[in-house]
């Protein structure tokens, strides 16, 4: 089974930029697809961004559309999620996630695996 390891969160003020990573390892990363989630204090898990196995297809939240990017390096096995023009209502913990069954599932069920979490704070 496959270990995720997010890292890359910190500390911005509004409208800046961070770019979030999630290393894999135990398994094969492309029998996965991935996904970033996030979980702000007193809520619940919410789907933030999906990639497909291959990298192909990818699936926002409504929030993040537009501002977020989700990408992945197969021959890496690593997950990525680019953010940009940062708002306080960004500020979360992110998980990265795995689904061997669906691709851009944007439900916490269907993900077996999970990162530790990454904290990103943005300040107004």
């Known amino acids: 089974q496959v270990q995720l390891v997010d890292s890359g969160g910190g500390m911005v003020q509004a409208g800046g930029s961070l770019r979030l990573s999630c290393a894999a390892s135990g398994g094969t990363f492309t029998d996965y697809g991935m996904a970033w989630f996030r979980q702000a204090p007193g809520k619940e898990r919410g789907f933030v961004a999906g990639i497909s196995r291959a990298g192909f297809n990818t699936r926002y939240g409504d929030s993040v559309k537009g501002r977020f990017t989700i990408s992945r390096d197969n021959a890496k096995n690593t997950l990525y999620l680019q953010m940009n023009n940062l708002k306080p209502e960004d500020t979360a913990t992110y998980y990265c996630?795995?689904?061997?069954?669906?691709?851009?599932?944007?439900?916490?069920?269907?993900?077996?695996?999970w990162g530790q979490g990454t904290q990103v704070t943005v300040s107004s």
């Open positions: 996630a795995a689904d061997p069954t669906f691709q851009t599932s944007t439900e916490k069920y269907t993900y077996d695996f």
